[in-house]
């Protein structure tokens, strides 16, 4: 059983640039949940995917988007990066949705400059 | 909403020594209560959990204890390794169904 796989690891992106992130869920889970993690708090519900349609969203700016694809993997993408979107984006996959039991990968370093 | 309120850190202590993060919550009916841990450079891994009140979640030697009356989760272990050094989070789903976490307790255990 594979666990959760992110890339990239590290990403260096100029402000007003835009960014996507991956993420491979783990074998038999079929949704996806992101989080951003500002350093040296704990992280921020952005969204959730079930069956390639967005299930919740936090309280993030449209500008942050996403996708499922029928494989269950995900990306995340942000438009018109800010200097505060620099965070650790952490993925999650859980069996279905109301299965609080998530499992996270290791998550994508993002740096705005 | 729900919300999840853990004490300040960092924490120092020396091996061996006892640990005890605490952890509070503020919920609608009696939601399954986490500990998330994040060793450095790495995402979160599930610790313990505990799904209804008086139930205790354990795992690694960790331990923690579901109590409604006080709305605690505190987490406990008897004997801390420096392997233990990590930052560890109190979770729990809010109404729906998303996991809300902590702010994080950064732990350091000196050898």
């Known amino acids: 059983e594979t666990g959760v796989t992110q890339s990239p690891t590290h990403l260096i992106k100029t402000r007003g640039q835009q960014v996507t992130l991956r993420c491979s869920s783990q074998s038999g889970h079929n949704t996806v949940s992101w989080y951003q993690q500002a350093l040296g708090q704990g992280p921020q519900f952005i969204f959730q995917?079930?069956?390639?349609?967005?299930?919740g969203r936090g309280n993030f700016p449209p500008r942050f988007s996403g996708l499922q694809f029928p494989n269950y993997s995900s990306e995340l993408n942000v438009n018109a990066l800010e200097l505060d979107d620099s965070a650790l984006y952490l993925c999650a996959s859980s069996r279905r949705p109301g299965n609080t039991e998530a499992f996270f990968g290791q998550g994508t370093r993002l740096t705005v400059v | 909403g729900n919300s999840v309120t853990q004490m300040e850190g960092p924490v120092t202590l020396s091996e061996e020594a006892f640990l005890t993060i605490n952890c509070t919550y503020t919920?609608?009916?009696?939601?399954?209560l986490f500990w998330y841990v994040q060793y450095p450079g790495e995402g979160l891994q599930l610790l313990l959990k505990?799904?209804?009140?008086?139930d205790k979640g354990s795992n690694k030697g960790f331990e923690a204890t579901y109590r409604k009356e006080t709305t605690s989760f505190h987490l406990e272990k008897g004997s801390v390794q420096v392997s233990d050094s990590a930052v560890y989070f109190c979770?729990?789903?809010?109404?729906?169904?998303?996991?809300?976490f902590g702010k994080g307790t950064r732990l350091h255990i000196l050898p």
């Open positions: 919920a609608t009916g009696y939601p399954s």
């Open positions: 979770a729990l789903p809010n109404r729906d169904d998303k996991i809300i």
């Open positions: 505990a799904t209804k009140a008086d």
């Open positions: 995917y079930y069956r390639e349609e967005e299930n």
